[in-house]
C-alpha cells in the first residue's frame, strides 16, 4: 500500500502534536513535486518524550517516509494492463487440433477447414476459429488456425507464410513459447488494420508436424496476449487435416 506524502505528513503531524512534540521541515524541504519531498532532510524535535512517546513518533515518521520512499510506483504506472476478463471457459477446435481459454460470455465460431499450404488467410476467412469480446476499452478478438508442415519445419520457417509485417510496438517477451513448443512472432504489437483498431500479435508454432498460427488484436496490451497466449493447448494428433 502506498500512503501519499501529504497524507503521511498529516498523520506525522496530528500524532506527534497530540504527544506535544513539535515538528519542522530543514530549510529546503518542501512537500511539492509530485507528491514528493523534494529534500530528505527532515529534522524532528520533540521535548518531554518518554520511550513510549517515542515508539509513537517513530510510527508517525514510518507514515511519513512510506508516503516519499523511492521504491514505491507512482500514481498511474501499471505493470500490466487489465483489459482482458477472467478466462474461465475451455474452446476445442474442431478442427484444428488445439485448446484455448476464453471469458465464457464471449462469442465463439469454429473454423471451417481444411487451410491447405500456400493459401493465405485474413480475418474474416471462414477458416478461421474466433473468439470475440467487448470490454470498456473496446473489442478484443483471437484468432487461430493450422495446418500440417514437413517433417522439421522450424517456427521461424513457418512463420514465412505470413506476407504481412509492421515495426514492432508492445512486444511480447523473447524466447516465448506455447504449451511448450518454441513460438516465432511475426507481428509484435503494432497497430492492427484488421478492423478493431488497437494492437496485433501473430504468434505462429509447431508441434509434431503441424503449424499454428494465433492473432490477438484489439483494445489489449501485451501482457493480456501473452496471459491468453500462456492458455493455449497444442493437441495435433486431434486436429482433421
Known amino acids: 500500500m ?16 497530540a504527544w506535544r512534540g513539535r515538528i519542522r521541515l530543514a530549510p529546503g524541504a ?24 517515542a515508539g509513537v513518533i517513530s510510527i508517525a515518521m514510518a507514515l511519513l517516509l512510506a508516503g516519499c520512499g523511492g521504491t514505491g510506483t507512482r500514481t498511474g504506472s501499471t505493470a500490466a494492463s487489465s483489459a482482458l476478463p477472467r478466462l474461465s471457459a475451455a474452446f476445442v477446435s474442431p478442427w484444428y487440433g488445439y485448446s484455448v ?17 500456400g493459401q ?10 474466433v473468439i470475440e469480446g467487448s470490454t470498456k476499452g473496446g473489442k478484443i478478438r483471437f484468432t487461430a488456425v493450422s495446418q500440417p508442415v514437413p517433417a522439421g519445419t522450424t517456427a521461424r520457417q513457418f512463420g514465412r507464410i505470413n506476407p504481412f509485417s509492421c515495426p514492432p510496438g508492445d512486444r511480447l517477451p523473447k524466447a516465448l513459447t506455447v504449451d511448450g ?12 488494420e484488421g478492423g478493431l483498431g488497437g494492437l496485433i ?12 498460427d494465433f492473432t490477438i488484436d484489439g483494445a489489449l496490451k501485451s501482457p493480456d496476449a501473452v496471459a491468453w497466449l500462456a492458455s493455449i493447448r497444442l493437441h495435433p494428433a486431434s486436429a482433421r487435416s
Do not use: E, Q
Open 101 to 117: 481459454r476464453y471469458p465464457r460470455t464471449w462469442m465463439t465460431t469454429n473454423g471451417k477447414g481444411p487451410w491447405l499450404r
Open 30 to 53: 518542501s512537500t511539492s513535486g509530485g507528491g514528493f519531498l523534494s529534500s530528505a532532510r527532515l529534522r524532528l524535535a520533540v521535548s518531554g518524550c518518554g520511550r513510549k512517546r
Open 120 to 129: 493465405l488467410i485474413r480475418h474474416g476467412d471462414p477458416r478461421l476459429d
Open 181 to 192: 513448443a518454441p513460438a516465432f512472432v511475426t507481428l509484435n504489437g503494432c497497430p492492427s
Open 2 to 17: 502506498r500512503v501519499s506524502t501529504s497524507v503521511g505528513l498529516a498523520v506525522a503531524l496530528a500524532i506527534v502534536g
Open 201 to 212: 500479435w501473430d504468434v505462429v508454432a509447431v508441434s509434431s508436424g503441424r503449424g499454428y
